[in-house]
């Protein structure tokens, strides 16, 4: 068998359509997960235990099932009694939440290699809890889980694929397919080169990242 | 230490009145009893000394009237309120955080370990709580910001990070940030303990200078004798978790009255 590329060029149309639906559920789901992942960080260091421990109950959880499970529950549980959303957005949705839960165990991190006396001195300048975090404790903390957060996004691009089984045809679903339609494997060869192209940049862009925040100080 | 006159105005107390006030205050870690039944108050404008053996409760003091700790009972008074209770219907009740932060406004604190913020310029390390606390515009906190480290000899480093920074030069930050709140109290503790031997010397030149030509109050842990001797109008004497002897530096460090003030006077001198 010969690589044909006509049939990659037949392909193409199908293939952009992939890379948009690949690249937002990466950027977007990357956003959630860094938001939510913080907000569930800073939630298990909140003063009060209720709301401590539900937060820690929740993200254990999300974090020990499947992703394919939590995309299936959104897709198909949700909307009975829920918001009922595009396979886009749930994938969307999913990604950033299934990720937010590892996200949130990289900033725990973060914040608990933030020396103690850190929070003291801010009390004993009276900050008002907020502003300890967002001064003081953030800045030291994130800057030191920059690298291992860019991990998880180049984790999540490889996991992404996932969300054709709930209808939204990344770039992966998109070749799959293409080639059962029309019996040929080019497609996937090019989706395969496709994720290698957009990974590497983006963990050059990490390393940059990570470079100017650690440098930083 | 002395008897005072009522302090019950709201405005700053004038000098002589009762600033920090310690009714019988028990603090335990676990079975640990680390200050059992304290009482004792420091009048406004003097500057106390507190000195004793490793563990016999200094920090913890400390540590409470910055309300890192609370206390297990008793009650702690500063400026007249209480800083861990709120009186409602004349019954004392547990404080809400706005009273505890309102009442703790008035001490400032230095820490053996600088704890300044890396993140953070000289500058803004100096102005984050009084802009951001006392609601300081910008400009005023930074020109205070620029008299203060005039005061403790470090203009020129008004735009390092504290990393580049000697000890000795973090430590006077360190200083400057907490005066920067105008606090009526300056807490002190070990704060040239952390500091190479070379270093010393100024910063404790610097807290003499402050002792003397400021009226703020001062509550000072320090194994530097010599400088307590200069500083103290009244030093107390700690062991486990109790006030075993108090007076003017001149007659603790010259002929105390109990033997354990002594003895500990002798391992460290
Ligand atoms: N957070 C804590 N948990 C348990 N024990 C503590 C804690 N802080 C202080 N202690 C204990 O309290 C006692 C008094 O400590 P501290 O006030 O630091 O003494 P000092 O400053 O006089 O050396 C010590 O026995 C110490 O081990
Ligand atoms: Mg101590």
Redesign the pocket.
Known sequence: MTFDWEVVDEFMPRFWDGVLVTLQALALGTLIAFALGLVWAMAQRAPQRWVRWPVTAVTEFIRNTPLLVQLFFLFYVVPQWGPSMSPLTTGIVGLGLHYSTYTAEVYRAGIEGVPVGQWEAAKALSLSRGRTWSSVILPQAIRRVVPALGNYVVAMLKDSPMIAVIGALDMLGEARQFSNETFTTEAITVVGVAFIVIAYPASLLIRVLERRLVNNT | MSTTPDSTTENPPVDGSELIRFDNVTKR??D?V?LDDLCFDVSSGKHVTLI?P???????ILRLLMTL?EPDSGTIKVNGDYLFHEERNGKLEPAGENHIREVRKNIGMVFQQFNLFPNMKVMRNITEAPVHVLGMAKDEAEARARELLELVGLTEHIDKYPTQLSGGQQQRVAIARALAMRPQVLLLDEVTSALDPELVAGVLDLLRDIAQTTDITMLC?THEMNFARDISDDVLM?DAGKIIESGPPEKIFSEPEEERTQQFLNAIL
């Open positions: 870690f676990g640990n680390v004793g490793s563990g016999s409760g200094k920090t913890t700790v842990v700690f």
